[in-house]
Structures are given as structure tokens and as C-alpha cells.
């Protein structure tokens, strides 16, 4: 981490609270320094794309590639100062063909954040949009793919990954369960082991598919001797003296579901919303329940249709959202008066 970057900036008298639950019309650079350092647990936004959608005023109408990543570094900076040590920042930024070529205004972004500001970048997280807008080019493929960068303040960021892409136990999942293992049947079949080999190899996945059926395990791998690569790094011995030995081994998963730097979701479009580029609430809520506890406060210095915010309020969470377009200010405080903190089952279980 490079340390160019002091924090709080002392110079500056910030007022000793913040005011919570709010959508705030501004200029997000200027109202971000009215505010009091360390007084945010996590920082969550999709600031305007480069010269892709014409907001009519803000940041994103920069003459120079160069001028508008000088202007997100402004916001990330002010950030960082009102994010408390333990907190996070997480930054979804577009990218954009220019002559036929990306420009990787993402990874440019992030490389700079790393270079001037005392952070780490803990994850690049892709967000697969399911129902990307469905135009064809002859000579590239549709984008369907954003990253979230996740950058933490320091080491001790706070951080339940046991929250995240949880899903209660529901009908398309049980129908999951019923489906498990069941594909390695048919692999046992086809393979070269012998008969009494495929005997043992069928009972044993039998054992296993009961096993995380009852929830005794969370998961398993089998892997078939011919079929099946050797297990990772080929020298673990008894995994490997198993495969010679019987012909198949099985690894079972006792822990959590593996936590995948992926969140895969359809964009979404609000009936009726004035903005023409709103964040998936899901994606948000995923990154909301990773690094925030009930109560803690979220920062969207772009608020635009209130995604972030909503989602917050609904998570039992404070809020504090910025927007420079007087009408998207106004959408997002009626979508927060009818949205309602739905502390569900799922996060009483977390908790
Ligand atoms: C990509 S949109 C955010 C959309 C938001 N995540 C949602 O779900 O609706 C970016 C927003 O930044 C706002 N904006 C642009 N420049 C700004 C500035 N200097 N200060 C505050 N807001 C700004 C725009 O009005 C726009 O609503």
C-alpha cells in the first residue's frame, strides 16, 4: 500500500456528527468534506460512467480520460477519510470502447486508488448481469460483466462472508439437493474401474449424497480414476493411494459453500424511475450484508435512484446518500418512504 494519502485531513474543521438517514442534493466532493471523518462503515457506489450517458451535470462529461479519473480519485479520497479503520469501500465502475478499443477504465481506476491512497484492494468481485441488453456485433462479443472493487482501510476490515450470497433453504434449492452427486452415477458407469470396483464406488457416492442430503456435509467432489484429474498439486498422499488403490475418491465439503468472487443477477429497471442506469438491489444488498452489521451507517456518494440507500434502510442499516440531480433526490427519498427494514430470519440467523 502506498501511503501518499493523510487521513483526516486535520486542516479541515468537520463538523462532529453525521446526520443520518439522508439523501443529500450536492455536489458530492463538496458535501463529502462537510462531513466528519471516521464516521462511515462502508462506502458503496456506482459513480457515473465516462461520457456514456449525459446526466446534464455532475461528474462523467470530462474532456480527457485523464480529467474524469482525477475527479472519481477526488470523491474516492474524501471517502476513505469518512470511512472508520475497520470500514470498506466498494466502487462499481464502467467501462467504455473508444476507436474500437476498451479502455479498462475499471482496472485504471483501481491501479490509481492503489497507487495514491493507503488502501488494499481485497477483492475485484464481478457482477454477471443474466440479461445484458441484447445487442449483437459482428466483432466482439456483449459485455455482460462489472467489476465491484472492494478496498479495505486497513487489515482489520470488518467482514461476514457467512452473509453473503446466503440463501434460505427454498424449493429450487431442495430440488438442488435432490440432484446431487447424481451426475457421478453415470461417470462410475462409464469409467474402466472393475465390477466390484464400480460396487464400492456406487455405495460410497450412495453414503455421500445421504450425508449432504441430511446436511451432514455441505458438499462433495468424487473423482474416478481415467475420468478425473489427480487431486491438486497430484501429492496428497491418501487422496492418491485411494484413487490407485480403489479406483475413485470422494472429498467432502464441511464448511460453508465456497464463496466466489462472483455475483450473477439480472439488471434491473424500476417502473416508473427516472434513472436510466440504477444498481441492482441485489448486488448491493450482497456487499451490505459482507461488510456491514444491523446499525452500522452506508455511504453512496452517487446515490442517483436511492438503490444503496434502500437497500440499507431495508438491512436495518443508516444511510447516507448523495446526488447532484434535484429530481433523482427526489425519487430516491419516495422509493426510502416506502421501503421498510425487513430484518429477515436469514439475518437473525447471522447474527
Ligand atoms: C451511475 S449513477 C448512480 C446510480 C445509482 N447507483 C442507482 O442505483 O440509481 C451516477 C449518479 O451520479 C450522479 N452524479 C454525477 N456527478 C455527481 C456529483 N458531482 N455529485 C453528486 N452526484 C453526481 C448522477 O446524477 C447519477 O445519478
Known amino acids: 500500500m502506498s501511503s501518499t494519502h493523510t487521513f483526516p485531513d486535520a486542516r479541515r474543521p468537520a463538523p462532529e456528527r453525521l446526520t443520518l438517514d439522508v439523501v443529500l442534493c450536492a455536489d458530492s466532493l463538496v458535501a463529502l468534506r462537510a ?8 462506502a458503496l457506489t456506482s459513480p457515473p460512467y465516462f461520457r456514456q450517458r449525459d446526466y446534464g451535470r455532475g461528474i462523467g462529461n470530462e474532456a480527457s480520460l485523464d480529467d474524469y479519473l482525477s475527479a472519481l480519485l477526488a470523491v474516492f479520497g474524501e471517502c476513505l477519510r469518512l470511512v472508520k479503520p475497520t470500514g470498506s469501500l466498494v466502487f462499481n465502475v ?15 481506476f483501481a491501479l490509481a486508488a492503489l497507487e495514491r491512497f493507503p488502501v488494499q484492494l481485497v477483492n475485484a468481485v464481478t457482477w454477471v448481469k443474466r440479461n445484458p441488453t441484447p445487442r449483437h456485433f459482428r466483432r466482439r462479443l456483449v459485455s455482460s460483466a462489472e467489476p465491484f472493487f472492494h478496498f479495505a482501510v486497513s487489515d482489520d476490515y470488518q467482514y461476514f462472508p457467512q452473509n453473503f ?11 438442488r439437493r435432490a440432484r446431487i452427486g447424481q451426475r457421478y452415477f453415470q461417470l462410475i458407469a462409464a ?45 496428497e498422499g491418501g487422496r492418491n493411494i485411494h484413487l490407485e488403490r480403489d479406483g475413485f475418491t470422494i472429498i467432502r465439503m464441511h464448511g460453508e459453500r465456497l464463496k466466489r468472487d462472483v455475483i450473477e443477477t439480472p439488471v434491473e429497471s424500476l417502473k416508473g424511475c427516472p434513472h436510466r442506469a440504477v444498481f441492482p438491489e441485489a448486488v448491493v444488498t450482497e456487499f ?11 455511504l453512496d456518494p452517487f446515490v442517483g435512484s436511492g438503490t444503496t440507500a434502500v437497500a440499507a434502510k431495508k438491512l436495518g442499516r443508516r ?19 416506502g421501503a421498510v427494514c425487513q430484518a429477515s430470519l436469514l439475518d437473525a440467523a447471522a447474527w
Open 191 to 235: 469409467s474402466s474401474l472393475t465390477d466390484q470396483q464400480k460396487a464400492q464406488a456406487r455405495a460410497a457416492l450412495e453414503a455421500a449424497i445421504a450425508e449432504a442430503q441430511a446436511g451432514i456435509i455441505q458438499d462433495f467432489r468424487m473423482k474416478i480414476r481415467g475420468i478425473h484429474s489427480v487431486p491438486f498439486g497430484g501429492r
Open 165 to 175: 450470497l446466503r440463501r434460505p433453504s427454498a424449493p429450487e434449492n431442495s430440488q
Open 35 to 42: 462531513l466528519p471523518a471516521a464516521s462511515v462503515d462502508l
Open 94 to 108: 464502467g467501462d467504455k470502447y473508444d476507436r474500437k478499443s476498451l479502455l479498462l477504465i475499471p482496472h485504471r
Open 288 to 298: 451490505i450484508r459482507l461488510l456491514t452489521r444491523p446499525g452500522d451507517v452506508v
Open 319 to 337: 444511510y447516507v446518500g448523495i446526488d447532484i440531480n434535484p429530481e433523482y433526490c427526489a425519487y430516491a427519498r419516495q422509493r426510502l418512504a
